[in-house]
């Protein structure tokens, strides 16, 4: 027996996503897809290895004293 509304997509993209989408494909070059099966939102990332590996390589910024 179900309890709840059955999952599917919103009628708009509101204002959480397009923050999303935009800092996985804006500056690391990444990929961000959603899929809405009956069981609930399915969200894939990706994101380029060598982008995200080199920003690792960098030393952590120093805080302003």
């Not at 919103?10 to 959603?34: D, E, N």
């Amino acid at each position: 027996m179900r309890v709840g509304r059955v999952a599917g997509a919103p009628p708009r993209l509101g204002f959480g996503w397009r923050v999303l989408r935009a800092s996985f494909t804006v500056q690391p070059g990444g990929r961000l897809a959603r899929h809405w099966p009956a069981t609930g939102l399915v969200c894939e990332a990706t994101l380029p290895a060598a982008r995200v590996l080199a920003d690792t390589a960098r030393p952590p910024a120093r805080d302003p004293v």
